[in-house]
């Protein structure tokens, strides 16, 4: 260090010159480029502040008070499903809903149907249940025994169900009794044919394990014989009983002589009216499905049976009964012998006449009671 004087000490340094600016750095694509970095910046700061909101708010509970129906209908984008979910006050903002739907679904689409949408769902909740396809359930109930006519007016009667019924009827006994599931806005020929492929596989599967040594040789046959099953008695345990007794007056060639083919013939499809009975003059009338006047089966089945008629008939009873007759609780009893068989249909009169009295005396009273069940006899 070189000493000095305290004047010179205190004597101010001179400040360097600075540098000389470079050209390059007054550039003014240099400047441009510095502020399209800055630009750059600011809109990447606000898109990633843009998509954190939208994310939380996604994930946010919903502004929906009380749990809620929605339906969705079939072919419905996602942009009508997030206008719709917003405008039912189901989620804040449809666009949101929209665009980040969009980019988890991965291309996967959203099911139709009416789903059950839980208070406060976020957005997130809404579009896992959409994509489920969980959506509510709905059923029809088809009773064994109905014709295609009484089938198609229960079809015509539910309101969950849309569309028109296919203007062809199908053939009788092609379409299968059961319970059907469906969402609101199916479609009526879309149960129809649901009905028809069920009551076709079963068909072929009965056909396929039934005892070769029957008097039946289609499987139209198979379905005419079931279809007057059905009608004659609801109770499972004896269905193969009365195939029995069909299949050996088939074999003895003897006339099936049922009830419910006389009514067929009657009154085709509709049914019969309610308290018609059975008159002799109906009994003697030819139709083409009056099994007492005609041999062998009817031209075609009289209603659409079931599983259970099905199998009873491809694999009947070993017995050799020829007769059947209510016996007055519901149920039936068997006979090999015509006399056998006219003792019984004597018992089952004498039945019906005790239950008619008790009927009327029981109106006299002013009491009510539940008509009993009026089986045909054979």
Known sequence: MIPVSPKEALRPEKVPVPPKRSRKARSQVVIFMNFLMSIV?????????????AFREYQAPGPLETDSN????????????????????????????????????????????????????SML???????????????????????????????????????????????????RPDTYKFTRGSRRTTIVDQMKAAQARLIDEVWENRDTDLPIKDKSELVTLASIV??????????????????????????LQSDPTILYGLFGGEGRPEGREILRSDIDKETPFNTYVIKGLPPTPIANPGKAALQAVANPSKTKYLYFVADGTGGH??????????????????????????????????????????????
């Open 125 to 175: 909740e809404v579009m896992e249940l959409l994509r489920s396809g969980k959506s509510i359930q709905y059923s029809v109930t088809i009773p064994e025994g109905l014709t295609v006519k009484q089938i198609f007016r229960r079809l015509a009667e539910n309101d969950v169900l849309e569309g028109d019924l296919p203007v062809d009827l199908p053939p009788e006994g092609s379409l």
């Open 41 to 53: 910046t600011l809109v990447t700061i606000a898109a990633v502040v843009i998509v954190v909101y």
């Open 230 to 255: 059905e009608k004659e008695t609801g109770k499972a345990d004896e269905r193969p009983q009365v195939a029995s007794v069909f299949i050996n007056r088939l074999n003895k060639g003897m006339r």
């Open 333 to 378: 009893v068997f006979a090999e012998t015509l006399d056998d068989h006219n003792a019984n249909v004597k018992r089952w009169r004498k039945l019906e006449a005790e239950r008619k009295a008790n009927e009327a005396k029981a109106a006299e009273e002013g009491q009510t009671t539940e008509p009993a069940q009026q089986p045909s006899q054979n």
């Open 70 to 121: 929605f339906l969705v209908r079939e072919g419905a984008g996602i942009n009508e499903i997030g206008n719709d979910l917003e405008r039912r006050g189901i989620v804040s903002q449809g666009r949101i809903f929209k665009l980040i739907s969009q980019h988890l679904l991965d291309g996967e689409s959203l099911k139709h149907g009416e789903y059950a949408i839980k208070a406060h769902s």
